[in-house]
C-alpha cells in the first residue's frame, strides 16, 4: 500500500505509545469500604495496632495502616475503620482504612521552640494530672502546662495528688481553687475509689513525672494491667517504667478505659497560642475581645493594653480567676516556669 499524504490523515491515524506503567489512566478515586468495622485503637507498636473492635477490650484485632492513609497518624483512642481479616485470630492482620474526625486531642511538643507537635492521646474525655505530695514533691509548673494542654485539645482536667499519707493536699488544693476543676486524693494505704468513679464509663488519659506512683494507680485500678512501678532515686527524681502509651479496660459494670502514658519531664506547648487558653475560660474570653492584636493577655508591664483588666474592674470576672489565667499564660510563655 503507498504511503498516504500527510494531507489525508485524521485524529483516528494518530498513535499513541502507551507510557511504561501501561494506557489506562489511573483513577484517582479510593474504595469508600462502606463495611467497614468500627473499632478504638488501644496499643501502637513499630507500626502495628491494637484495636478494640466495636470497643469491645475482649475483641481485640491486630492492624496494619492503609497505604491510601498517607501520612496521617494513628493514635492511641483513634475510632478506625478496619476492612480485611478482623476475626483477631494468631497471625491474621486487617488494615485501618479511615480515621473518624477526633473530638479532643492531647498534644504536646518536646519543648516550646520544637515546630512539630505530637498527638500524644486522641478522643480522650478527661486529662488526669497525677502529682505526688511528697517524693517527690509537687511541680506546679508542670501543673499547669499540662492544664494548658487540657484546656486546648478539649480535654476536662482532673487533678490527682498521691501520697497523701506523706504530705498534706491543702496547699496545692488553694492554689488551684479558683480554676474549678476536680481534685481528688490518694493514699498508699486506701483504694483510689473517689479517682475510680470518676473515671468510670469514660475515656481519660493519665499523665505525670515518673515516680509520682501513676503506674502504681494504673494498676489498683485495672490489676490485670501489670505496668511495672520502681522506686524514686536519690536525687529526688523519678525513673521512666511506663515506656510506651497503652489503653487499657476498666473493669465492668460501668467500664471505660484509661490510657498510660509514659513518664514525662517536660511538656512543650509551641502548639499553644495566648487565645486558645482564654478560649477555655467562658467569663474572661468576652473580654480579651477588646484586647490589640497580637495581646499575652499577661497584664502590664508585658501586655499594658490588655482589656481583661477592665473587665474584671466591671464586674464581669474575679481577679483570682484573672490570676489563675495569667499565672497558666506565664507557664505557657516561660515565664518563672519549672518544669523539672
Given at each position: 500500500m503507498s504511503r498516504r499524504s500527510w494531507r489525508e490523515l485524521d485524529e483516528s491515524d494518530v498513535r499513541v505509545r502507551p507510557g511504561r506503567r501501561g494506557s489506562r489512566p489511573r483513577s484517582k478515586r479510593r474504595p469508600e469500604h462502606a463495611d467497614a468495622a468500627a473499632a478504638m485503637v488501644v496499643g501502637v507498636d513499630r507500626g502495628r495496632y491494637t484495636c478494640a473492635l466495636g470497643g469491645d477490650?475482649?475483641?481485640?484485632?491486630?492492624?496494619?495502616?492503609?497505604?491510601?492513609?498517607?501520612?496521617?497518624?494513628?493514635?492511641?483512642?483513634?475510632?478506625?475503620?478496619?476492612?480485611?481479616?478482623?476475626s483477631g485470630r494468631p497471625d491474621t492482620l486487617a488494615r485501618i482504612v479511615r480515621i473518624a474526625e477526633r473530638a479532643s486531642v492531647l498534644r504536646r511538643t518536646a519543648?516550646?521552640?520544637?515546630?512539630?507537635?505530637?498527638?500524644?492521646?486522641?478522643?480522650?474525655?478527661?486529662?488526669?494530672?497525677?502529682?505526688?505530695?511528697?517524693?517527690p514533691p509537687p511541680r506546679t509548673g508542670f501543673i499547669d502546662r499540662c492544664l494548658v494542654a487540657a484546656y486546648?485539645?478539649?480535654?476536662?482536667?482532673?487533678?490527682?495528688?498521691?501520697?497523701?499519707?506523706?504530705?498534706?493536699?491543702?496547699?496545692?488544693r488553694e492554689s488551684y481553687a479558683d480554676l474549678a476543676f476536680p481534685i481528688v486524693v490518694t493514699r498508699i494505704d486506701a483504694p483510689p475509689e473517689e479517682l475510680r468513679e470518676r473515671l468510670a464509663g469514660r475515656v481519660s488519659a493519665l499523665v505525670g513525672h515518673s515516680g509520682v506512683g501513676k503506674s502504681t494507680l494504673v494498676n489498683r485500678?485495672?490489676?490485670?494491667?501489670?505496668?511495672?512501678?520502681a522506686e524514686v532515686s536519690a536525687v529526688g527524681k523519678g525513673r521512666h517504667t511506663s515506656t510506651s502509651a497503652v489503653a487499657l479496660p476498666l473493669p465492668l459494670p460501668d467500664g471505660g478505659w484509661v490510657v498510660d502514658t509514659p513518664g514525662i519531664r517536660s511538656f512543650g506547648l509551641a502548639h499553644v497560642t495566648p487565645d486558645d487558653l482564654v478560649a477555655a475560660f467562658p467569663d474572661l474570653a468576652e473580654g480579651a475581645e477588646g484586647c490589640p492584636p497580637n495581646c499575652g493577655h499577661l497584664g502590664a508591664p508585658e501586655d499594658p493594653d490588655c482589656a481583661l483588666d477592665t473587665w474584671v474592674a466591671e464586674g464581669h470576672a474575679t481577679t483570682r480567676r484573672l490570676e489563675s489565667l495569667r499565672r497558666l499564660l506565664a507557664s505557657h510563655a516561660g515565664i518563672g516556669d519549672e518544669q523539672e
Open positions: 477490650p475482649d475483641h481485640r484485632v491486630t492492624a496494619m495502616r492503609a497505604r491510601e492513609l498517607g501520612r496521617k497518624s494513628v493514635v492511641i483512642g483513634d475510632q478506625v475503620g478496619l476492612v480485611g481479616d478482623v519543648d516550646d521552640t520544637d515546630p512539630y507537635e505530637r498527638v500524644v492521646v486522641a478522643n480522650a474525655e478527661q486529662l488526669v494530672i497525677v502529682t505526688s505530695l511528697a517524693d486546648a485539645g478539649g480535654l476536662s482536667p482532673v487533678l490527682c495528688l498521691t501520697k497523701a499519707d506523706l504530705a498534706s493536699a491543702d496547699g496545692v485500678l485495672v490489676p490485670a494491667a501489670e505496668r511495672a512501678t
